[in-house]
């Protein structure tokens, strides 16, 4: 049998050849579920196996099902590119093992979360006060938030929820914008605070919410109030007005939470960051790292204003764990669970590889490419560029129809150029092209462009 180290060593040839070739080969259609499904079937295995033979038949059974999303043409959803350095950096978190629950546990994971929510901060331009918790994703970091959200309305209202939970508690009232993502109603859902019961705020035709009627709303409220905008719509880009917005929040008592998946890193970049105006006065924020900043898959930050808000609403304690050490940053205190991954490692480590700079560039860089895409396919003969292009985020339209606009999104696909997904707006499917990776060039959207011209041209006949 091969030493364990070894199985290691392939895994790292393997993981290095893919990304070499993903970075400029042709895109390979990936082999759907059921192939895969096909692939990996067997039944229980009764003995283990040598570690370099289950490496190895995990490569060759995984990669005709691997989607090219580190690729310079992927346009789907809204994805990062796991970077690189960021995987690495990963590499490490695993191979070092650290349990990032506590100071004693893991000493460097909890000083380099320290440190890059202190970056973070500074990066993002929110309240320097403000505690981070590193979690899977923005859907957790939603869920974070508004927990925190939740403790604070219904404390100033004389009621502990912490304590005593949601039964008799006085109402909470929640707004929220028409276009939010789906995933804020999850985080609702979870909180004991309802996915149906929100009061929906009027938006714009990008989806952005309309100050005049959340105004109205807010002031149709009689108890504790959370108010949910968000900044990047996953279809558009928008941002809500957040300059109107908060002082209209605060002057209610209501807490303002943000859901800037990807959308929030616009302050990271001088030339956008008027599109997120205000955002700093809010009371918590939720966004990935392995969105726009690169990191791999999974990280996020929850973000509140109040440290102290945040501790309530998520701290464990447990006689087996270390008192919280004074005024020393605890990292599960920020976060719903205890055992977990050392996030820091990959968040520190792309903000070391790109830099304040190098973050605005990619930034910029992306939303150059959306709107040359968008402003260009949008010009062609039956092509219609929904809204105008704001961010990274684009919607196309194609023969103003349902069924060419799926079809040529399934050309798309299967030509393999690029990737490309659709999405439902205001009732019409769309050709949605989301533009977040570092890979992603100007040239590589000139040859995207060419890609979707060829898909039209064929779905035309
Ligand atoms: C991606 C996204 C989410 C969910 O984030 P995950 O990282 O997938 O958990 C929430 N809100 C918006 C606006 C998003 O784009």
Redesign the pocket.
Known sequence: MQDEWTALEHAAAHAIAYRRGVATAEITPAADYATMLEAFAAPLPEEGDDPVSVIEHLVEAATPGIRAATGPRFFG??IGNSHPTGVAADWLASAWGQNAGNLIAAPAASAVEKVAADWLLELLDLPRQASIGFV???????FVCLAAARSAVLRRAGWDVEADGMFGAPPVEVLIGADA?A??FSALKYLGLGARRVKTVESDASGRMLAGDFERALRACAGPVIAIA?A???NTGACDPFAELAPLARAAGAWLHV?????LWAQAAPGRAHLTRGIEQADSW?T?G??WLQTPY?C?FAIVRDAETHRRAMAISASYLPPAQGAEREPSAYVPELSRRARGFATWAMIRRLGRDGIAELVERNCAVAAHMGGTLGRDDGVALIRPVELNQFMLRFGDSDDATLAVVRQVQEDAVAFIGAALWRGQWVMRVSVSSAATTIAEGDTTIEAVRGAWRKVRG
């Open positions: 959803w809204v899977t994703g923005a859907t957790v970091a939603n993502h995933t804020v968000q990047g719509q996953i859901d800037g998946a990807f959308g939720a990935d392995h969105k999974d996020g």
